[in-house]
């Protein structure tokens, strides 16, 4: 009876579900330390087939030409964009699995694979109208070569320069939307194998709760990036090229031209630094979501 009344005071302490939000933000601190430099050469390889021969030739020229600060072009958007969008992402996934618990999984200790994964492809969803205008600015930012060339002085000259000319939808500031979406939609492969890795480290190791989160965060976003990168491609070379007009179609426009121009080799391009970049940065951002959740007595799932 004792035991019963605990449980039900440390659920009457947790805190709600605003520390889902709360715990995104140190997510998303960690993620942009660790991973900017990473996304600078995917993005540039990306949506440059004639300057650089590989990741190596495209670091080599990056810090020629431009120094150490060439690989942080861009961050300013990502550090409050991935603040902003893994509060927001890792927030709504935090009481997703609470709603999907309370209202689906009433009589059942946890949830299993399938909830965590619908509750995954939500978050998803739900952070890609945020996602959408900070993409924008921070592959326009990124794919800047030289100051004589340079259009943008940086994230408010992009947000500025497109609502003046397209607005504020589909065919402006939202003109990623639809392709962070779709790419979005590979959180099923993320959340589900996150879980997976979770548990079996559970079951099966000794490690802290802190080194699970952290390799079960790492080896699932290699997981997701696997499966999400062609669509990444895509969306990266659809906002740094601006004769796509931002329609329903511009994403079907864009596969296509990737494909006549590259061939199937074309949605490969820079996975290599994306995939280095996948592991240590959100190994280093769930853990540092995971630890501020049991710290304030919440429940990730």
Not at 18 to 46: C, E, M
Request: glycine share 10%; aromatic share 14%.
């Amino acid at each position: 009876m004792s035991q019963e009344n605990n449980q039900e005071k440390k659920k009457k302490q947790a805190p709600g579900g605003y520390i889902g939000f709360v715990a995104g933000v140190f997510s998303g601190i960690a993620k942009n330390a660790v991973g900017h430099p990473f996304d600078t050469i995917k993005v540039r390889l990306q949506t440059d087939s004639t300057r650089f021969t590989g990741p190596l030739d495209c670091c080599y020229k990056t810090l020629k030409t431009q120094g150490i600060k060439g690989f942080y072009l861009g961050f300013t958007p990502p550090l409050f964009g991935w603040i902003m969008m893994d509060s927001v992402m890792l927030g709504s996934l935090h009481n997703y699995r609470r709603l999907i618990k309370r209202h689906f999984y009433s009589d059942e200790p946890k949830l299993d694979l399938k909830g965590h994964i619908f509750a995954g492809v939500l978050a998803g969803w739900t952070v890609s109208f945020i996602a959408a205008p900070v993409e924008l600015a921070k592959v326009k930012l990124q794919v800047q070569y030289g100051a004589k060339n340079n259009r943008y002085s940086g994230p408010i000259s992009v947000i500025k320069d497109v609502y003046k000319q397209h607005g504020l939808g589909i065919n402006g500031l939202y003109k990623g939307l639809i392709s962070t979406l779709i790419f979005r939609t590979n959180f099923i492969t993320w959340w589900g194998t996150y879980e997976v890795f979770t548990n079996l480290m559970k079951d099966h190791t000794s490690m802290s709760d802190f080194a699970i989160n952290f390799w079960a965060g790492g080896l699932s976003a290699s997981c997701f990036w696997i499966t999400a990168y062609p669509s990444d491609v895509v969306k990266s070379y659809l906002l740094a090229n601006d004769k796509f007009d931002g329609s329903f179609k511009s994403w079907k426009l864009a596969t296509k031209e990737i494909y006549q121009n590259k061939g199937w080799r074309g949605f490969t391009k820079g996975f290599v630094p994306s995939i280095l970049r996948s592991f240590p940065a959100n190994a280093a951002a769930l853990a540092a979501f995971e630890a501020v959740l049991r710290a304030t007595g919440a429940s990730s799932s």
